[in-house]
């Protein structure tokens, strides 16, 4: 009972990261409609927000899998959380400075500490108990994700957006100054209660006893093909879940709300440009009905896992991202936003269904091959600047979407034949 116990409490804590990580994640779109006021910035500068966090994850995924071979888990976490806030006091300088790519960088600091959590806690939410239940574990965990998916636009929104509206740019700049100092205090005392709890030892690091046995024969991490097969199909979900989430404010409040009498009503009063500040203020508090989606299918998804296998579920949820997307492309209106809330509902499971999927059977290359993943968390990176691209060309914003099919188009692949052991 005794490790039953130690294995609920560390799972209550790792909720606690995937909530702080996730937050701070989400808080990272709410940039992308203010850095573009506030600095003129086309589609393709705007994703660079996207990119700047995201670069992180492949740059930094290794190094962090090599920390935490080394020293354990516990120290992987508290680096990630020390990182965290020194990305978010960077904020202030940036600010102050008034230069985007300042901020840019900024946004890689704060996203290298999420990289130090991602290659820390998935793995070992995953290997937490029994293996069976890995996939509803991780559902579970980034449930929570989710939930902090759902409040971050709100605080961003009221916080941020809702601030800038009628400031000169100088101010505008500094209306970040405040939330991002206060979250880099929280994060740091997180992570002092992070390095203060005892958490199980789940797999042995080099100074360990009770390393796993490495019985499968295999001399290289590259020698497993779900490993291979799932690190690109990691790659290609988040860039499509960034992609949605990154244009999801732009695309409604400059083509949905200016075409719905309703909001028109909201802003008669208003010049032209505090028509569109305005428009990217609500499009913010919508963004939160997409997370909302996303945390209902982690959460249901959790369970669900009980009685479907995860690669037939993710088959499923691939399947019918690829049918709205395609309506998506043909629609307007209510409908079109609709549809683009609705994918979350599907994309919800995916990471945790790739994710234990391509570590399955790894034994002792679990950490390795953790850090091979995240490290291909970079699509976020790589696909929301192609859509910034074709966006800005004659195609336009709606139908950039168009990346995200060949996307799931990938993840299909994988749910029907990446996915096995060869």
């Known amino acids: 009972m005794s490790k039953i116990n130690n294995y609920r ?26 850095c573009r006021g506030l600095f003129e910035l086309n589609y393709f500068q705007s994703s660079l927000v996207s990119s ?19 020293l354990g888990y516990r120290a992987g976490i508290v680096a990630g959380l020390l990182l965290m806030a020194i990305g978010c006091w960077l904020f202030i300088p940036a600010s102050n400075m008034e230069v985007f790519y300042i901020f840019l960088g900024a946004i890689f600091v704060l996203a290298t500490g999420v990289t130090f959590l991602q290659v820390a806690a998935n793995p070992y939410v995953s290997r937490l108990g029994e293996p069976e239940g890995a996939s509803s574990r991780l559902n579970l965990s980034q449930g929570f994700n989710s939930l902090a998916k ?9 916080l941020i957006l809702a601030t800038v509206r009628g400031l000169p740019p100088e101010e505008q700049a500094q209306a970040v100054q405040m939330p991002y100092l206060g979250l880099g205090l929280a994060l740091a005392a997180l992570a002092i209660l992070f390095y203060f709890i005892k958490l199980p030892k789940i797999i042995k690091t080099s ?14 991490i590259f020698q497993f093909p779900q490993l291979r097969w799932g690190a ?14 990154s244009f ?12 719905l009498a309703d909001y028109q009503q909201l802003v008669a009063d208003l010049s032209d440009e505090e028509k569109l500040m305005k428009f990217r203020e609500i499009a913010e508090r919508r963004l939160p009905w997409f997370w909302s989606l996303m945390m209902i299918g982690r ?25 709205m997307m395609t309506l998506f492309l043909f629609s307007s209106g209510y409908l079109a936003l609709y549809l683009l809330i609705g994918t979350g509902l599907f994309l919800s499971i995916m990471w945790s269904n790739i994710f234990t999927l391509s570590i399955d059977g790894l034994e002792n290359f679990t950490s390795q091959g953790s850090g091979i ?38 993840i299909l692949f994988y749910a029907i034949k990446g996915y096995k052991k060869g």
Not at 150 to 158: E, L, Q, T, V
Not at 232 to 245: D, N, Q, R, S
């Open 299 to 323: 959460l249901g998804g959790a369970y669900i896992l009980k009685f479907i296998p995860a690669p037939r579920l993710l088959a499923i949820a691939a399947v019918a991202c690829i049918a």
């Open 52 to 70: 700047a966090f995201f670069i992180a994850f492949f740059v930094m995924s290794l190094p962090a899998a090599k920390w935490i071979e080394y």
């Open 232 to 245: 690109l199909a990691i790659f290609f979900y988040v860039g499509a879940e960034v992609t949605i989430a």
């Open 207 to 220: 100074d360990d006893s009770d390393v796993l046995a490495h019985s499968s024969g295999k001399t290289s």
């Open 373 to 410: 993943l995240v490290m291909c968390i970079v699509g976020g990176a790589a696909i929301p600047p192609i859509q910034g691209l074709i966006a800005d060309s004659s195609w336009g914003l709606q139908a950039s979407f168009v990346v995200t099919i060949f996307c799931f188009l990938y």
């Open 150 to 158: 759902i409040i971050a636009p709100i605080f961003g929104s009221y």
């Open 9 to 34: 409490s560390a799972f209550i804590y790792m909720i606690l990261l995937f909530f702080m990580w996730g937050f701070l994640t989400e808080l990272n779109n709410t940039l992308i409609p203010f």
């Open 248 to 259: 999801f404010v732009l695309f409604i409040s400059e083509y949905i709300f200016p075409a």
